[in-house]
């Protein structure tokens, strides 16, 4: 006889972000001390790390009803993960962009701007793929990409990634705020991002290095 965790697709959802919320914080774990064991390199650490911070916002704020405290979920199913957590939940940024600010203001200055636009071009796909696609929802979304990428000065006015968030902004801003994006508006969105994400890695300075 088949024993199932769940009673409804609303509970087999709620264990599934379970399952990768604790697949997240393991990846963390076992990447911070890849790190500082100089198993890969800082670049690699990086770019990795901001993928799963990106990927643990969205996921703890789709959670924070059901996991108020991520410090508990990991007690609860001792998963031993004190690197995870102090990345994920303490910093919210890579190492690399720590050690950067403590050397060079500067240079860390711009280096957590790029950061905190990979997180706010991951945060946004991602929030696509969890069916999160009425105006309220994507529009501050795609306002936080479009703020953070002006601040970036090494990209040109006509970026790709500016004009197009620019373009969806004003189009969403022409909308109620209850109305949601269709299935083939949301798949376009996500289209542009990635692509405007792909764009955005190939102009930085190391990019490929």
């Known amino acids: 006889m088949e024993v199932k965790l769940w009673n409804d697709k ?3 959802e709620m264990y599934d972000n379970f399952a990768e919320l604790y697949a997240i914080i393991k990846a963390t774990e076992r990447l911070e001390k890849a790190y500082v064991r100089d198993i890969i390199s800082p670049q690699e650490y990086e770019l990795e790390c901001q993928k799963l911070i990106a990927h643990f916002k969205t996921l703890a704020s ?13 007690d609860t199913y001792k998963m031993e993960c004190p690197a995870a957590i102090n990345r994920l939940v303490i910093s919210g940024v890579p190492a690399t962009v720590e ?6 203001a500067s240079a ?3 280096a957590a701007i790029v950061a905190e636009c990979v997180q706010n071009f991951i945060t946004a796909m991602d929030s696509l793929k969890l069916n999160m696609v009425a105006v309220d929802q994507v529009h501050p979304l795609l306002s936080d990409l479009y703020a953070s990428l002006n601040k970036l000065t090494i990209l040109p006015p006509d970026f790709e990634g500016k004009t197009k968030m620019k373009e969806w ?10 109305d949601e994006l269709t299935e083939q508006q949301a798949r376009q969105l996500h289209f542009d991002l990635e692509s405007s994400y792909n764009s955005f890695m190939a102009a930085l300075p190391n990019a490929g290095t």
Do not use: N, W, Y
Not at 64 to 74: G, H, L, N, Q, Y
Not at 169 to 178: E, P
């Open 169 to 178: 902004i004003a189009r969403l801003s022409k909308m109620g705020a209850a």
């Open 10 to 12: 609303r509970e087999r």
């Open 108 to 110: 860390s200055t711009s």
């Open 99 to 104: 050690h950067r600010a403590a050397a060079a």
């Open 62 to 74: 789709t959670l924070k009803d059901t996991v108020p405290s991520i410090e508990r979920f990991a």
